[in-house]
Each structure stands twice: as structure tokens, then as C-alpha cells.
């Protein structure tokens, strides 16, 4: 089981320049998140994905697009990126809270360090 | 804006003694979770709390819950110089979304 997998771990691009990051998990959960994380603001909602085929704005979209490819994946999209996107983003993924299952504890990838300059 | 916010941001302590990291939140929720992060990783998750509940254990870790006053608290006992890492309380709200929002963080440094 390798749970919540990203890849790149690391990237440098120049303003302007596009790239995606890619996401997967092998829980066969339905819900699955992306986070930026920046030094004192904590964790902040990008896209979530409440489950295969739905994907809803967070808390900053601005500047991403999101495709939920199927139940296993889930990719970032920075069309022309700036340097105000320079962050370690991570993905998440979990189940979603239901009557039955009130436990909806996340489990995150190891972060992409994204880098524009 | 965050919903959830821990306090302090940072605390420095000696190995054996306990910690405490609080948290505040503004809406009402169905659960309260805490992860912990170490330098360099990502989150992992520790104890979730329903909003029914007012306290939880789980090894060293004590959460409470106090809906009333919109706040929760970690207490880690006999901390470890393992422990040293940033510490998230985050909140799901009671509405429809399946969404969780995470604090700031307190950064916690167990000195050996």
C-alpha cells in the first residue's frame, strides 16, 4: 500500500510557464483535496473532489484547474504560473463523512516543492 | 480565513514534560481532528474528536472538546524528542461540504 503518491517532488518554473501535478491514492477513497502550504498561513483548500466525477473550488482557486481522472487520481493544473504560486502543495485523500462513517481523517502525499521565478 | 487557530504558534519544552497546543474555531462542526507534521513531510493524522464528545485518548495523546467555548486542546504527556514537529488542529464543519480546514499550526520543539 502506498497510500497518497505525488510526483514531482520537486520543481522550478519560470513565470508564465504551465505544468501539472499529479496525485493518486490506493485506499479507494472517494473524496481527495489540494492543499498549498506557505510558511504561517497554514493549509489552504485549492480544489476538493468529493468524489469521482465532482471536483469544487476551496478556499484559493485562483490560478488552478483540477481533473478528478478517475477514483484513483486526482491532478493540479498551473496554466501560466507566477511567482506568487512558489509553495509546497500537497495532496490528500479520504473518505466522506457519512452517517455510517462519521470518520473522515485525511491522509496526505509527501508535498511537491514548487518553485517560480 | 482559517477556521481553526492554534495557539501558541510555537513552544519550546524539555523531554518528560507535557505539552499543551490549543485551538479555537468560529462555526459550528461535526468533528475536530489533529495531524502532526514533521520538517519536510506531510500531514499525518492523530485523533479525531466528534462534537459530541468532550474528551479522547489515544497512547500519550489527550484531546478535549469544548463546543461551548468553540475550542479544543492537545496534551501530549511525556514528550519525546520524536514529538518535535508542527501540530494542526483542523475542522469539518457541519454543513454539506466534504471539506476539513486546517490552522495555522503550533511548532512544537522537544529539547533532549
Known amino acids: 500500500n502506498a497510500g497518497v503518491t505525488q510526483t514531482p517532488k520537486f520543481q522550478v518554473l519560470k513565470t508564465g510557464q504551465s505544468m501539472t501535478l499529479q496525485c493518486a491514492q490506493d485506499?479507494?477513497?472517494?473524496?481527495m483535496y489540494w492543499y498549498r502550504q506557505d510558511p504561517g498561513m497554514g493549509l489552504r483548500l485549492i480544489y476538493y473532489?468529493?468524489?469521482?466525477?465532482?471536483?469544487d473550488k476551496g478556499e484559493v482557486p485562483n490560478g488552478y484547474n483540477v481533473s478528478r481522472l478517475n477514483k484513483r487520481e486526482f491532478s493540479l493544473r498551473l496554466e501560466s504560473a507566477a511567482p506568487s504560486q512558489t509553495s509546497v502543495y500537497f495532496c490528500?485523500?479520504?473518505?466522506?463523512?457519512?452517517?455510517?462513517?462519521?470518520?473522515?481523517?485525511?491522509?496526505f502525499g509527501p508535498g511537491t516543492r514548487l518553485t517560480v521565478l | 480565513s482559517q477556521q481553526g487557530e492554534e495557539d501558541p504558534q510555537a513552544l519550546s519544552i524539555q523531554e518528560g514534560e507535557n505539552a499543551t497546543m490549543n485551538c479555537s474555531y468560529k462555526t459550528s462542526i461535526n468533528n475536530l481532528q489533529w495531524y502532526r507534521q514533521n520538517s519536510g513531510r506531510g500531514l499525518v493524522h492523530l485523533i479525531l474528536i466528534r462534537s459530541n464528545e468532550r474528551e479522547k485518548h489515544s497512547g500519550r495523546l489527550r484531546v478535549t472538546l469544548d463546543t461551548s467555548k468553540k475550542s479544543s486542546s492537545l496534551l501530549i504527556t511525556a514528550s519525546r524528542a520524536a514529538d518535535t514537529a508542527s501540530y494542526f488542529c483542523a475542522t469539518r464543519d457541519s454543513g454539506g461540504y466534504q471539506k476539513v480546514t486546517f490552522g495555522i499550526g503550533t511548532k512544537l520543539q522537544v529539547i533532549p
Open positions: 490528500a485523500s479520504s473518505e466522506p463523512l457519512r452517517t455510517n462513517y462519521p470518520y473522515n481523517e485525511q491522509f
Open positions: 473532489s468529493a468524489s469521482e466525477g465532482t471536483t
Open positions: 485506499m479507494n477513497h472517494n473524496s
